[in-house]
């Protein structure tokens, strides 16, 4: 049984008002897009990993990080799309993976992606990139390891 069977569609949409709220949208910039499995949300993209994370907070109390999740962003994916979301996966060309990912699989989302232009995601040299994520909000840490949004 997999971690994130305990969180439910309630869940995750508390999780992207949390994340919202937290101004979880400076995250993915900072991270200049490094999530390979991106959730769509009303015109918006999250990442995939830090939501469901956050979900299972929710629900059991306790937070995951994506390194928790098992299968990573993948198993997140896999998870979200469970629950009726649509993941988009930015996985580089020729990526080895040991399974498609779950969005390719049905051909009306395959459809769709094809129509829409594709957006550059901005990127972000990895030196640039914070080492430290509070793990309540996945939210950069300031050099005192405090979170400003948490603490």
């Not at 957006?119 to 994520?133: E, G, I, K, M, N």
């Not at 309540?136 to 948490?150: F, W």
Request: glycine share 10%; with cysteine; hydrophobic share 35%.
């Amino acid at each position: 049984m997999s971690l994130l069977n305990s969180i439910d569609r309630d869940h995750v949409l508390t999780a992207i008002e949390t994340w919202d709220t937290a101004g979880g949208g400076n995250y993915m910039l900072v991270r200049g897009g490094v999530s390979t499995h991106v959730l769509l949300h009303h015109g918006r993209e999250y990442d995939a990993a830090a939501i469901a994370g956050i979900a299972h907070g929710l629900a059991t109390g306790r937070t995951l990080t994506a390194a928790d999740i098992p299968g990573g962003s993948e198993g997140a994916s896999k998870a979200l799309t469970r629950l009726g979301f649509d993941i988009r996966d930015d996985s580089p060309p020729g990526a080895s993976k040991t399974r498609a990912p779950a969005t390719r699989a049905s051909a009306p989302r395959a459809s769709a992606r094809a129509s829409r232009p594709s957006t550059p995601r901005p990127r972000v040299a990895a030196s640039d990139r914070p080492d430290v994520l509070c793990p309540r909000c996945y939210i950069a840490l300031p050099a005192t390891g405090i979170c400003d949004q948490c603490d």
